[in-house]
């Protein structure tokens, strides 16, 4: 086999909490993440010569050796000694920057689909252990579903996620959020409120999608909307519409509403792609990374 199809998807946060901070500046969380159906699509070809070439349909990530894919690739073949080379496509879907681990999900896909591709038989566990020297998010993306994530978000536990019959509206304002500035600007604020994760599980074991929505709680949110107010007023419009509850994905600026019924959903969507064209109405998702033929 020497190419691979594989989708790439996106997630959200249903809670951050921030714990502390380890001594190399990253810092310890307690979170939920959640796999959704929004993907990016990756092809990757072999090449016989010892070149990483990236071609992708947007023009918002770099193509050379900072895009995540090209690190993703180069790591494995150093680790395990491979004197090969590869052509990577990607048909970008998921906003970039976004709060929704596009990038990290795409370094996941290239794990994935060299181990197959270079029949390294390398187990999740391994895939994951690399994945971290990439990237907080990436341990998470390769398998992705449900779990509760802690350390730094590479202490995987999976629980039951949400419902598939659960709409969820994700819109993405046009504006750019670092995740390092925002995760800085986190140590000089007194944490008022925090999310009660066991009390969020135990609304998802129990399909109690309402509850749940009304209690999600992101730490880091408040940062980012003092920086950008219009996360605040995306997340008015979606309540003010029939939204369960909404609230911003990891670092920003993603916010997304739950919604029980999808006429509401794709009603709000309707009013918010007037502004901020990338608005999505989609589901969870079992897989974090799928090969697709
Ligand atoms: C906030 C979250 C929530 O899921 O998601 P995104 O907003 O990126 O989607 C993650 O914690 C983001 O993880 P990820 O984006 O993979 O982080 P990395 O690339 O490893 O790190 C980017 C920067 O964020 C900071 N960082 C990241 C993770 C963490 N637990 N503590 C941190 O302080 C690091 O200082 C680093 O400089
Ligand atoms: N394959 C990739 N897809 C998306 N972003 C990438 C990729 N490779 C590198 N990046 C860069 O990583 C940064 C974070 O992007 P992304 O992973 O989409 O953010 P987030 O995790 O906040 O959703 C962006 O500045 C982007 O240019």
């Given at each position: 086999?020497?190419?691979?199809?594989?989708?790439?998807?996106?997630?959200?946060?249903?809670?951050?909490?921030?714990?502390?901070?380890?001594?190399?500046?990253?810092?310890?969380?307690?979170?939920?993440?959640?796999?959704?159906?929004?993907?990016?699509?990756?092809?990757?070809?072999?090449?016989?010569?010892?070149?990483?070439?990236?071609?992708?349909?947007?023009?918002?990530?770099?193509?050379?050796?900072?895009?995540?894919?090209?690190?993703?690739?180069?790591?494995?073949?150093?680790?395990?000694?491979?004197?090969?080379?590869?052509?990577?496509?990607?048909?970008?879907?998921?906003?970039?920057?976004?709060?929704?681990?596009?990038?990290?999900?795409?370094?996941?896909?290239?794990?994935?689909?060299?181990?197959?591709?270079?029949?390294?038989?390398?187990?999740?566990?391994?895939?994951?252990?690399?994945?971290?020297?990439?990237?907080?998010?990436?341990?998470?993306?390769?398998?992705?579903?449900?779990?509760?994530?802690?350390?730094?978000?590479?202490?995987?536990?999976?629980?039951?996620?949400?419902?598939?019959?659960?709409?969820?509206?994700?819109?993405?304002?046009?504006?750019?959020?670092?995740?390092?500035?925002?995760?800085?600007?986190i140590?000089s604020k007194h944490i008022e409120?925090?999310?009660?994760?066991?009390?969020?599980?135990?609304?998802?074991?129990?399909?109690?999608?309402?509850?749940?929505?009304?209690?999600?709680?992101?730490?880091?949110?408040?940062?980012?909307?003092?920086?950008?107010?219009?996360?605040?007023?995306?997340?008015?419009?979606?309540?003010?519409?029939?939204?369960?509850?909404?609230?911003?994905?990891?670092?920003?600026?993603?916010?997304?509403?739950?919604?029980?019924?999808?006429?509401?959903?794709?009603?709000?969507?309707?009013?918010?792609?007037?502004?901020?064209?990338?608005?999505?109405?989609?589901?969870?998702?079992?897989?974090?990374?799928?090969?697709?033929?």
């Amino acid at each position: 086999m020497n190419s691979i199809k594989l989708k790439s998807r996106a997630k959200i946060n249903l809670s951050i909490d921030v714990l502390g901070k380890r001594q190399d500046g990253y810092h310890l969380v307690e979170m939920i993440m959640q796999t959704i159906d929004l993907y990016d699509l990756i092809e990757i070809s072999e090449r016989e010569d010892n070149q990483i070439i990236i071609k992708s349909t947007s023009n918002e990530i770099p193509l050379d050796c900072n895009n995540l894919v090209y690190k993703a690739a180069d790591l494995i073949r150093n680790t395990f000694d491979i004197n090969k080379g590869v052509e990577i496509y990607i048909k970008k879907n998921i906003p970039v920057a976004a709060g929704m681990a596009g990038g990290s999900s795409n370094a996941a896909a290239i794990l994935v689909g060299l181990n197959k591709i270079w029949n390294l038989n390398l187990s999740d566990q391994k895939l994951e252990e690399i994945g971290l020297k990439l990237g907080a998010d990436v341990p998470f993306c390769i398998n992705g579903g449900a779990v509760l994530a802690s350390g730094i978000g590479e202490e995987l536990t999976p629980i039951k996620g949400l419902s598939k019959d659960v709409c969820i509206l994700v819109c993405k304002p046009d504006l750019f959020v670092s995740t390092k500035e925002i995760y800085e600007c986190i140590d000089s604020k007194h944490i008022e409120k925090r999310p009660n994760n066991q009390f969020l599980i135990d609304c998802l074991k129990n399909e109690n999608t309402r509850q749940l929505a009304e209690n999600m709680f992101n730490v880091l949110e408040e940062v980012t909307v003092d920086k950008h107010p219009v996360i605040q007023q995306i997340e008015d419009i979606m309540t003010r519409n029939k939204a369960l509850g909404a609230m911003m994905s990891g670092s920003g600026p993603t916010v997304f509403g739950l919604y029980e019924n999808r006429e509401d959903a794709l009603k709000c969507k309707s009013i918010l792609e007037k502004q901020f064209k990338q608005t999505f109405v989609v589901a969870c998702e079992e897989k974090g990374v799928e090969v697709n033929g």
